[in-house]
């Protein structure tokens, strides 16, 4: 069944009942096709098939919601569902305003001139408004992120002319600078060590994440305004022409009225100076909007055995679709690849159902994280009866990239992969599994709330949002397999091939598909939610001052977290005898240890969660 175009409420609607309806095909054979636990290599998409279909979407150009682009993307994305057995396919529209400029390598929307001599642009500001057709020609002001606050030009002195943004140089420190600590990692001699200063160099993606994420605080400080505007922007990034040519800023604005281009540090060094010297420019950003565009979340259904009935259940599979980039937006095709593999398994042979979310909403002004229209949490009561744990997937198939001089090179290594997870022993265990079986060059397995092997703060979970909806269901296991958002250009379009790797996406694949399948065959998976790790996650935090004696703090977060850590130990192997007994245990010691506040009450929360987990597990045993 197909619903092209349909309301949103009409689409949830179609859902629930084709649910319910449909004759769900299988039986109950309880032996588990041998494909489930173990995949075969040989039945994942080919080199050639996987190349085929990177070449097909680098085609399309950036893939931004509602533009042609996107639509045939979408197109390719449903015919491949279809093609693979997907039932229910929906097409959740929402409304969207759409505003647009042509696209790299297309120019043609976007120039500069700076005193009389044209300017090399690498990109557009989005959502910054519109100079129409002919630009706009002004006086230059420099406004230097890295000069003194009290030096830089007032909003009264830049009114009226083209701000000239130097973004603050790259530097390297923090944890957003530099590999962090995991829980395992493959190639480790091609990382460097844990908290190193990572140089451009060596590999890009640091560098390009600051300098992409800076230009926010930039247009929310001075182009907010709703008089005395300046008449254009100009933001000089801190990056060589191919790291910055197609680029785009992440997350969206919402709209603002100050046209923007940006410019690699190379073609934007005269400009500066010009600005300096308080020179005239002329920039254009011929930009349109098209009112009520088309837009929508995609969602399918690979049926299980029990499709279409009340036993059924599914792990969820969730990506972004829109985006600027051949790697930024890829998880739809690693995610279809998933579908592929389990589309060879006959369905009476597949124990769950496989619910596909293809998100488009990621580069619309906002982001996912606020814009409404959230199909998922929009099903949620009914969603969180029906999933029981996921796997998503972004930025998939990449070579890593790096400076060479004033060059943007593939350096030979793939680029890094992050297996996100909690941080229960159980989910962190089934990530390197997976990782070691599809052998994934470049990986690392992270679980964020907790220290690494080193002891060490482990890397930040990117991407969060897609595996954020198997919280909000009920704290299901789920796994996030993620190449780092950068490092093959990030936010920049190339129409060539040298940033993908068929090799890092077929091992991606084969790791997204070794966990959907262990959530496919595993029938307890009480051990595997979220809540556990939560709950150590939750002493960590514990201040010392939630402590009842301050100065034993350490000591007294250390034992209640042995005492859980002792509890998990049966659970893991789904032995619950003295469970109960045990949480009724920690429960006293962690209102005994500590200050009743929002903190200690969160323990509480997760420990009654966990026991209803327990006890329903038992009743069904």
Request: charged share 20%; net charge neutral.
């Amino acid at each position: 069944m197909k619903i092209h175009n349909v309301a949103w409420r009409l689409g949830t609607l179609a859902f629930a009942t084709t649910l319910v309806a449909c004759n769900g095909g299988g039986g109950d054979n309880d032996t588990p096709d041998a494909r489930l636990s173990t995949v075969d290599k040989a039945q994942l998409i080919s080199p050639s098939e996987a190349t085929q279909w990177f070449q097909t979407k680098a085609g399309w150009g950036a893939t931004y919601t509602g533009s042609p682009a996107w639509k045939s993307y979408m197109g390719f994305i449903e015919a491949r569902l279809e093609e693979y057995g997907a039932q229910n396919i929906i097409r959740a529209r929402f409304p969207y305003e759409r505003w647009y400029t042509t696209e790299y390598p297309d120019k043609t929307g976007w120039s500069l001139s700076s005193d009389g001599t044209p300017v090399e642009v690498a990109s557009y500001a989005t959502q910054s408004g519109s100079t129409g057709p002919n630009g706009v020609t002004a006086q230059m002001v420099l406004y230097d992120l890295s000069a003194p606050a009290a030096t830089r030009p007032t909003a009264a002195q830049m009114a009226g002319k083209i701000v000239v943004v130097k973004q603050a140089p790259y530097t390297y420190t923090g944890l957003s600078a530099g590999y962090t600590d995991y829980e395992f990692r493959t190639n480790d001699d091609q990382f460097l060590a844990p908290f190193t200063a990572v140089d451009p160099s060596y590999e890009a993606s640091y560098r390009n994440r600051q300098q992409y994420g800076q230009m926010g605080s930039t247009i929310n400080s001075f182009f907010r305004a709703t008089s005395n505007l300046p008449v254009g922007h100009v933001v000089v990034l801190d990056m060589p022409p191919g790291a910055a040519q197609g680029g785009r800023q992440h997350g969206t604005p919402n709209r603002y009225e100050v046209p923007g281009l940006l410019l690699d540090k190379v073609n934007g060094a005269k400009v500066i100076e010009d600005a300096r010297a308080g020179k005239t420019a002329t920039l254009k950003l011929d930009a349109q909007v098209e009112q009520d565009a088309l837009a929508y979340t995609l969602v399918a259904t690979l049926p299980g055995k029990d499709y279409g009935t009340d036993k059924d259940t599914a792990v969820m599979m969730a990506t972004h679709v829109d985006g600027p980039a051949l790697i930024q937006d890829a998880g739809s095709l690693g995610i279809l690849a998933v579908a592929r593999y389990y589309s060879q398994i006959p369905r009476e042979q597949r124990p769950r159902s496989i619910y596909m979310v293809f998100d488009t909403r990621h580069f619309v002004p906002g982001a996912e994280r606020t814009y409404p229209y959230d199909f998922v949490e929009d099903n949620h009561d009914m969603l969180s009866k029906y999933i029981i744990g996921g796997v998503s997937m972004e930025h998939v198939g990449g070579a890593q990239m790096a400076d060479a001089g004033n060059a943007f090179r593939a350096t030979g290594r793939a680029m890094t992969t992050y297996i996100n997870t909690h941080g229960n022993d159980v989910t962190v265990a089934k990530a390197i599994e997976a990782v070691k079986m599809a052998a994934l060059p470049r990986a690392q397995v992270n679980a964020e709330e907790r220290p690494g092997v080193n002891g060490k703060q482990q890397n930040n979970w990117f991407g969060r949002n897609f595996a954020a909806h198997l919280e909000s269901l009920g704290n299901h296991p789920v796994w996030h397999v993620t190449g780092d958002w950068p490092s093959s250009g990030y936010q920049a379009f190339y129409p060539g091939m040298d940033r993908f790797s068929s090799e890092v996406f077929i091992a991606q694949v084969a790791t997204a598909s070794k966990l959907v399948g262990d959530l496919m065959t595993t029938k307890d998976l009480v051990p595997m939610s979220s809540s556990w790790s939560k709950i150590d996650q939750g002493i960590r935090a514990l201040l010392d001052a939630d402590f009842n004696a301050p100065t034993e703090a350490a000591s007294r977060r250390a034992a209640l977290l042995a005492q859980s850590k002792d509890m998990f130990a049966a659970v893991q192997k789904s032995d619950y005898s003295k469970t109960p007994a045990q949480l009724d245990a920690l429960k006293a010691a962690v209102t005994g240890a500590t200050v009743a506040n929002a903190r200690q009450q969160t323990i509480l929360d997760l420990i009654e969660d966990v026991r209803a987990r327990v006890a329903k597990a038992t009743r069904s045993s």
